[in-house]
Structure formats: structure tokens, C-alpha cells
């Protein structure tokens, strides 16, 4: 079992800058993919970005690239969202998962088995 807890939500401006972070603990952190995904209010969850064990590979929703980065301290086993310039559409419930996705499912949800509680960002213009 994986515990996965969120934090660092909170409210900013257009083209701020806001920080999450996901603490994971229960079975070896070093061993699980780590993806942020979201929900905004009346949508479908969506994939937000996505790093492998060793932190090499990551990868992002066209919508996020280049302003958001993810990474990840497998000694403190934590993962990071780094989300600058942000955007009102940015607004959502932003949910930490973990798990051991194929490379095609990277982007799917039901490939993580475990999820966290979630942390509402919110964006006003």
C-alpha cells in the first residue's frame, strides 16, 4: 500500500507562480512512476505531467508545457510541481498519483492505483 499526500495549494494571480509538492510513503517510493492529473469544476480529470522512477523521463499535457515541471527527491520521497505563468484554466483540484504504468498509459488514470486526497489551485485574473 501507498499513502500519496498533497500540498501547496492555494490562490494566485495570472502568471503566478505556485508550488505542489507529494509526499508518498508506505512501499519503496523509488519504485513508482509519479503523474499529476487534475479536475476542474464541471470537467473530466486530466492528465497533468508524469516522471519515471529515476526522475530521467518526464513528460506533460500539451496545455502545461513549458510553463509547468515536475521532479521528484526519491531520498525524501517526494515529487514536485513547479507551476509558473500560470492561467485562469489552470484553476483545479490537482490529484498526486502513483504507479507502474505502461509507457502507452503514462496519460491514463486508471493506470495509477494510488491516489491522494487532492489540492485546490486557483488562479484569478
Known amino acids: 500500500q501507498v499513502q500519496v499526500v498533497e500540498s501547496g495549494g492555494g490562490l494566485v494571480q495570472t502568471g503566478g507562480s505556485l508550488s505542489l509538492s507529494c509526499a508518498a510513503s508506505?512501499?519503496?517510493?523509488?519504485?513508482?512512476?509519479m503523474a499529476w492529473f487534475r479536475q476542474a469544476p464541471g470537467k473530466e480529470r486530466e492528465f497533468v505531467a508524469f516522471i519515471r522512477m529515476r526522475g530521467v523521463t518526464t513528460n506533460y499535457a500539451d496545455s502545461v508545457k513549458g510553463r509547468f515541471t515536475i521532479s521528484r527527491d526519491n531520498a525524501k520521497n517526494t515529487v514536485n510541481l513547479q507551476m509558473n505563468s500560470l492561467k485562469v484554466e489552470d484553476t483545479a483540484v490537482y490529484y498526486c498519483?502513483?504507479?507502474?504504468?505502461?509507457?502507452?498509459?503514462?496519460?491514463?488514470?486508471?493506470?495509477?492505483?494510488?491516489w491522494g486526497q487532492g489540492t485546490q489551485v486557483t488562479v484569478s485574473s
Open positions: 498519483a502513483a504507479g507502474h504504468p505502461d509507457a502507452t498509459l503514462e496519460f491514463v488514470g486508471s493506470a495509477y492505483p494510488y
Open positions: 508506505g512501499r519503496t517510493f523509488r519504485n513508482f512512476a
